[in-house]
């Protein structure tokens, strides 16, 4: 089912790049590409909202998009959060992280942030080029950002860090940029936990639309965010209802 044709009365100018292929880190044996475009301009948050719209995702100053030869695996995914209810394990999660308080701040990149990134990356994407970052790269993941963001800190009973999510916020909804969390407290769930939140806090901004990146049907990795309905993919340049009749075809 269509949600939605994207259109624009008015596209803006921008130079598309192709990255160098690398190895997929979510399908085995493949090889991944991505298309770019430099963030910039006097409208760079419009165009966020509207490449978003397209399927696109941020890092840094960069919009990208995954444009493999050989694959179209990944789907970029969002929930439309009015029409969201939490299932029964997420209400679960939500009664066993009560303790947790969350605080929303400017994009500042702190030690603490960064101690609990690196220990994510270690546990959690051990063969990620992400775990390489000193400092200051993972400063230019959270300040470098040309449209508005936010920090969000999930923090314990005595204030422990557990939970971090980079957020942008445009008026087609937010986007989760990255989430990291304690690796070593898996029952916790933080992850979901953290999407449960930016669900709640997309509806009190009135906004339509929470965007989880891109979904991988055969990646154990990615499952986690069709546990969230309902749930749109972008698909031959339309949002569409994930129904449950893809979800068992991409399986076999």
């Not at 939605?4 to 160098?20: E, N, S």
């Not at 590409?33 to 397209?54: E, F, I, N, Y």
């Not at 969390?181 to 669900?199: D, H, Q, T």
């Not at 340049?237 to 979800?247: D, N, V």
Request: hydrophobic share 35%; glycine share 4%; net charge positive.
């Amino acid at each position: 089912m269509t949600i939605g044709q994207i259109t624009t009365a008015t596209k803006p100018k921008r130079r598309f790049y192709h990255l160098p292929e690398e190895a997929c880190p979510y399908l085995e044996g493949q090889r991944e590409r991505k298309r770019v475009t430099l963030l910039q301009g006097p409208h760079v948050a419009a165009d966020m909202s509207d490449l978003t719209l397209r399927g696109y995702r941020r890092m840094c100053d960069v919009a990208f998009s995954p444009d493999c030869v050989l694959c179209r695996a990944c789907l970029p995914l969002r929930l439309p959060v009015a029409a969201f209810t939490p299932s029964r394990q997420q209400k679960r999660v939500l009664r066993t992280h009560r303790d947790l308080t969350c605080r929303a701040s400017a994009r500042d990149a702190t030690l603490e942030q960064y101690q609990l990134f690196q220990k994510y990356q270690r546990v959690r994407h051990p063969t990620g080029s992400m775990q390489e970052m000193d400092f200051d790269a993972y400063r230019d993941i959270v300040e470098r950002s040309p449209v508005p963001s936010n920090v969000i800190e999930f923090r314990a009973t005595g204030g422990q860090l557990v939970c971090v999510s980079l957020i942008d916020i445009m008026s087609c909804g937010i986007s989760a940029v990255y989430t990291f969390y304690e690796p070593n407290c898996m029952k916790r769930s933080f992850g979901i936990y953290a999407i449960v939140k930016l669900i709640a806090l997309t509806r009190e901004r009135h906004l339509p639309h929470l965007y989880l990146g891109n979904w991988v049907a055969n990646s154990p990795k990615m499952a986690y965010k069709s546990a969230f309905r309902p749930a749109e993919i972008f698909q031959d340049k339309a949002w569409r209802r994930l129904e449950a009749p893809f979800l068992k075809s991409r399986r076999r």
